[in-house]
């Protein structure tokens, strides 16, 4: 268990309706990651963050923003939901060390519906 | 970006059998590291084994052992002795060796037959 939390876990919103998901971990790793998935397309990546106010794109990162003002934390953006962000959001974290070969460790999920 | 291709959306097996899931990618990298993920019905994503690029040895981990096959760039992992608790979708996915980005295939759907 690498101590990471969703919230919120389920979410119905409208078309154009800013959306907000965090994810909070407990143990301090500095890789942290989100993903949405979908059939047919599995996991992709969104945006990712490597430190407090560092992060990247990922390949499907259009319409989706990011901040990690905290390294426990971070929060992905919908400015303005569409239909086809309706997806499930995974976070995870990325345990770098000399023990293991820095596998993801992922959260429960979030299912975002767009109407 | 590297790809993996995982080219069965869908697999069965009988209970107490065995099944392989395939997995191929593509990398010009010498060094990674290759994954797969089991979620099942809960979404829960949870790592089932994983191999270094630079062992030779497959991994093995209780009834999952996997097939590597570093030129043919092939990652495929066999379930032994099948259980109805191993039905679920199966993610193959690769990392490099120094970079911090994963990549994951489409998933094979496993059912788990009685």
């Known amino acids: 268990d690498a101590g990471i939390t969703q919230s919120p876990r389920h979410k119905v919103t409208e078309t154009g309706t800013p959306v907000t998901l965090r994810c909070h971990q407990t143990?301090?790793?500095?890789?942290m990651y989100w993903y949405r998935q979908d059939p047919g397309h599995g996991l992709r990546l969104i945006h990712y963050s490597y430190g407090v106010k560092d992060t990247d794109k990922g390949e499907v990162s259009d319409g989706y923003s990011v901040s990690r003002s905290k390294t426990e934390d971070f929060l992905l953006t919908l400015e303005s939901a569409t239909s086809s962000q309706t997806s499930v959001y995974f976070c995870?974290?990325?345990?770098?060390?000399?023990?293991?070969?820095?596998?993801?460790?992922f959260g429960e999920g979030s299912r975002l519906t767009v109407l | 970006a590297q790809t993996v291709t995982q080219s069965q959306p869908e697999m069965s097996v009988q209970e107490a059998e065995t099944v392989t899931l395939s997995c191929t990618y593509d990398?010009?990298?010498?060094?990674?590291?290759l994954f797969w993920y089991k979620q099942p019905p809960s979404r829960q994503m949870i790592l089932v084994i994983r191999q270094e690029a630079y062992k030779q040895q497959n991994a093995t981990e209780n009834r999952f052992s996997v097939n590597f096959q570093k030129a043919a760039k092939s990652f495929s992992l066999k379930i032994s002795d099948s259980q109805l608790g191993d039905a679920a979708m199966y993610f193959c996915?690769?990392?490099?060796?120094?970079?911090?980005?994963?990549?994951f295939g489409t998933g094979t759907s496993l059912t788990v037959i009685p």
């Open positions: 996915a690769y990392r490099s060796f120094t970079g911090n980005q994963f990549y």
């Open positions: 995870a974290i990325s345990v770098v060390g000399s023990v293991n070969t820095g596998e993801l460790f």
């Open positions: 143990e301090n790793h500095r890789y």
């Open positions: 990398t010009s990298e010498s060094d990674y590291y």
